[in-house]
């Protein structure tokens, strides 16, 4: 589990996009954390937020860091971005019946 922590402490992607997130209620969640239980390279992060406007955060980001918005189900608030390195991307979404 230490080992785990470790590299999610560790991880450039969400080392460069922890600043934005601070003061939000935000989970990291999905196959990311699998594979990292795995031991397998994963570039895919889903986080998940609550109470805040998913889409214009996204999109703040996206305009921060050089990363590409791409909005993926509008209805639901899932929106991504990919990185620049066109290898990374991170899936931020609005958790389910928080309005």
Known sequence: ??????????????????????????????????DLFLGKESFDRDIIL??????????????????????LDKDWGIYRLVLSDKKNYIDFARAIDND
């Open 50 to 71: 609550l109470n805040v406007d998913v889409e214009n955060l996204t999109r703040k980001i996206a305009t921060e860091i050089g990363a590409s918005f791409v909005e």
């Open 1 to 34: 589990m230490n080992s785990v922590i470790n590299k999610i402490n560790n991880d450039k992607v969400l080392q460069v996009i922890k600043p934005f997130l601070c003061g939000i209620d935000s989970y990291l969640v999905g196959g990311y954390l699998r």
